[in-house]
T-cell receptor, first 110, second 113 residues
Framework: NAGVTQTPKFQVLKTGQSMTLQCAQD?????MYWYRQDPGMGLRLIYY???????DKGEVPNGYNVSRLNKREFSLRLESAAPSQTSVYFC?????????FGQGTRLTVV | AQSVTQPDIHITVSEGASLELRCNYS??????LFWYVQSPGQGLQLLLK??????LVQGIKGFEAEFKRSQSSFNLRKPSVHWSDAAEYFC???????????FGTGTRLKVLA
């Protein structure tokens, strides 16, 4: 079972460049999430989607946009990358009782 | 405010020793509580969860956790640590009817041979 798949696994961007992080889940979950993980700060919620067609801001949405393309896919876009967005990004999908995480995307903005 | 506190940033134990990782939460509603483990370069894997009922819950890999409402705690324990348990551990809280988890900042476990 694939579970939650994120692409790419690694990415280096120059300041001001844009990119989209892709996430897909094959578990038919309604809820999907994007988190960023920074040392000493745990996981912070960027955006989430409770169901297909809906998205909502989390704790740290500034500088990001999301698209819930269909039930399977939830992408995260950085329109103009900044060094402060250097982080590890995790996508997750959820049942009522458990969240399933992807392997993460390590993004470096130089 | 809703929050999760993991007071220990790093913990080092010897292989075979017992382990307790602390988690305290502040949450207005009846909480759902979780422990996740993250191995280096990997995503998060659920160890165990508590929703209701028996306050001592068993998880995978020999871990257990005890919910103590009076102390707002959900500490993770293992009687005998293995070298493969070296990882980062995250406590999280959520609630029925909400879509957000709140994560603690994590405790990094080092295991000495």
């Amino acid at each position: 079972n694939a579970g939650v798949t994120q692409t790419p696994k690694f990415q280096v961007l120059k300041t001001g460049q844009s990119m989209t992080l892709q996430c897909a889940q094959d578990m038919n979950h309604n809820s999907m999430y994007w988190y960023r993980q920074d040392p000493g700060m745990g996981l912070r919620l960027i955006y989430y989607s409770a169901s297909e067609g809906t998205t909502d801001k989390g704790e740290v949405p500034n500088g990001y946009n999301v698209s819930r393309l269909n039930k399977r896919e939830f992408s995260l876009r950085l329109e103009s990358a900044a060094p402060s967005q250097t982080s590890v990004y995790f996508c997750a999908s959820r049942t009522n009782t458990e969240a399933f995480f992807g392997q993460g995307t390590r993004l470096t903005v130089v | 405010a809703q929050s999760v506190t993991q007071p220990d940033i790093h913990i080092t134990v010897s292989e075979g020793a017992s382990l307790e990782l602390r988690c305290n939460y502040s949450y207005g509603a009846t909480p759902y509580l979780f422990w996740y483990v993250q191995s280096p370069g990997q995503g998060l894997q659920l160890l165990l969860k508590y929703f209701s009922g028996d306050t001592l819950v068993q998880g995978i890999k020999g871990f257990e956790a005890e919910f103590k409402r009076s102390q707002s705690s959900f500490n993770l324990r293992k009687p005998s640590v293995h070298w493969s348990d070296a990882a980062e551990y995250f406590c999280a809280v959520g609630a029925a009817g909400t879509y957000k988890y709140i994560f603690g900042t994590g405790t990094r476990l080092k295991v000495l041979a």
